[in-house]
């Protein structure tokens, strides 16, 4: 049996940002679609690295200090380490880090920007398209990492006296009544008896 170890999904995995990216390029909003997709591309790289690092969302209460260091990082370099974890690829890094500078465009040069250009509206829908494209890749692959940690510990519940299987539920043995409950947590290959 699994224990519950999968993250909780945090409210931005929760929304349909394919749905919310479609809605606004249907009614002309390129750069609200582009500016959305993206961000909800940028707010999963950043949740996987926390998970990467420190094995769990609740950084800040664990390991404040470093995490306070690593809030410092660009977004460069938190792509590049995606790359050396082996979470993403070279392509996805330099795909990533081309929706990057057009989102630094869209925001530092809005008030200039012609969004009536067909050039401009052209690249906002190719890029909105792209980060949808993007969010739909790590999505998945996070999940995948998700679930493979998960999988590495899987605890087993058993009845300290007869050794008769037990659920997580029961505090006594059904076979001899003893309350003696022990689990045993397979850390991969490690065996651990509680
Ligand atoms: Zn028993």
């Given at each position: 049996?699994?224990?519950?170890?999968?993250?909780?999904?945090?409210?931005?995995?929760?929304?349909?940002?394919?749905?919310?990216?479609?809605?606004?390029?249907?009614?002309?909003?390129?750069?609200?679609?582009?500016?959305?997709?993206?961000?909800?591309?940028?707010?999963?790289?950043?949740?996987?690295?926390?998970?990467?690092?420190?094995?769990?969302?609740?950084?800040?209460?664990?390991?404040?200090?470093?995490?306070?260091?690593?809030?410092?990082l660009s977004l460069k370099s938190i792509v590049s380490l995606h790359v050396a974890f082996?979470?993403i690829?070279k392509?996805?890094y330099?795909?990533?880090l081309?929706?990057?500078?057009?989102?630094?465009?869209?925001?530092?040069?809005?008030?200039?920007?012609?969004?009536?250009?067909?050039?401009?509206?052209?690249?906002?829908?190719?890029?909105?398209?792209?980060?949808?494209?993007?969010?739909?890749?790590?999505?998945?692959?996070?999940?995948?990492?998700?679930?493979?940690?998960?999988?590495?510990?899987?605890?087993?519940?058993?009845?300290?006296?007869?050794?008769?299987?037990?659920?997580?539920?029961?505090?006594?043995?059904?076979?001899?009544?003893?309350?003696?409950?022990?689990?045993?947590?397979?850390?991969?290959?490690?065996?651990?008896?509680?």
């Amino acid at each position: 049996m699994g224990m519950p170890l999968k993250y909780n999904p945090q409210p931005f995995k929760q929304i349909d940002y394919k749905k919310e990216v479609e809605k606004e390029l249907d009614e002309g909003r390129n750069w609200t679609a582009f500016l959305y997709g993206y961000t909800v591309l940028e707010a999963y790289l950043w949740d996987w690295f926390w998970m990467q690092v420190f094995k769990t969302g609740k950084r800040k209460e664990i390991h404040k200090k470093a995490s306070e260091h690593l809030e410092k990082l660009s977004l460069k370099s938190i792509v590049s380490l995606h790359v050396a974890f082996g979470n993403i690829t070279k392509k996805n890094y330099t795909e990533i880090l081309d929706l990057s500078k057009i989102r630094n465009q869209v925001v530092h040069e809005l008030v200039k920007l012609d969004l009536e250009n067909k050039k401009v509206k052209k690249k906002l829908i190719g890029a909105s398209k792209k980060a949808v494209e993007l969010c739909d890749e790590v999505a998945m692959k996070y999940r995948k990492f998700l679930d493979e940690r998960a999988q590495e510990i899987i605890v087993k519940y058993f009845c300290g006296d007869c050794e008769g299987p037990m659920s997580s539920e029961e505090s006594t043995c059904k076979t001899c009544n003893s309350k003696n409950k022990k689990h045993v947590i397979n850390l991969k290959d490690k065996k651990i008896v509680i």
